[in-house]
């Protein structure tokens, strides 16, 4: 399968600043890859989909000005949380399609934002 | 109604046992299913994937489709106390790219 790398794997910041976090798809050329937010106990929930070239498509309810998704090259997208309140805190996950028929996604290991 | 239901638990299981994961769904267009296991603070790791109904097995682990229910499970067999995660069942429609997630069991093997 795939292999996906997150940068950093935590992060803590002061409210009101921006935080970048970066993904990368070490092993396959990602023309899709795909943000997700999990709170404690809680599944996965799908924030947007990031399109190389192009730009991301959000999911229903999430802020695109303050979810900033760069897909520039096919094996990095980022995600930048745009002036960060405590409620942003989270862990954040992205995927990449594991191409060809079996459209699985293979995960990153996440990153666990703080804001205070 | 959720697309996907599955129960969030905890289960907790001597080692050794067999563990049953379920999960139902509602939406008759789904096609590849698939079975995910995270560990506490990582990444969900892709566990099984199966395509239409009927069983796939690798090593300990067996999933199964049953596609006239709606109902897929995960049967873990000789549970190892290294098998402790929560279990996340996901499925898509053919082309859509999107997983929808069951919310995840909470599964604890104890020595």
């Known amino acids: 399968g795939a292999v996906v790398s997150q940068h950093p794997s935590w992060v803590i910041c002061k409210s009101g600043t921006s935080v970048k976090i970066e993904c990368r798809s070490l092993?396959?050329?990602?023309?899709?890859m795909f943000w997700y937010r999990q709170f404690p106990k809680q599944s996965l929930m799908l924030m947007a989909t990031s399109n190389e070239g192009s730009k991301a498509t959000y999911e229903q309810g999430v802020e695109k000005d303050k979810f900033l998704i760069n897909h520039a090259s096919l094996t990095l997208s980022t995600l930048t949380v745009t002036s960060a309140h405590p409620e942003d805190s989270s862990f954040y996950i992205c995927?990449?399609?594991?191409?060809?028929?079996?459209?699985?996604?293979?995960f990153g290991p996440g990153t666990r934002l703080l804001v205070l | 109604q959720k697309e996907v239901e599955q129960d969030p638990g905890p289960l907790s299981v001597p080692e050794g046992a067999i563990v049953s994961l379920n999960c139902t769904y509602s939406n008759s267009a789904f096609q590849y299913f698939m079975w995910y296991r995270q560990y506490s603070r990582k990444g969900p790791e892709l566990l099984m994937y199966?395509?239409?109904?009927g069983n796939k097995e690798d090593g300990r682990f067996t999933a199964q489709v049953d596609k006239s229910s709606k109902y897929i499970s995960l049967f873990i067999r000789d549970s190892q106390p290294s098998d402790s995660a929560t279990y996340l069942c996901?499925?898509?429609?053919?082309?859509?790219?999107?997983?929808?997630f069951g919310q995840g069991t909470r599964l604890t093997i104890n020595p």
């Open positions: 092993d396959f050329q990602a023309t899709t």
């Open positions: 995927s990449d399609l594991s191409g060809g028929a079996e459209e699985t996604q293979y």
């Open positions: 199966t395509y239409s109904s």
């Open positions: 996901a499925m898509s429609v053919r082309g859509a790219q999107k997983l929808v």
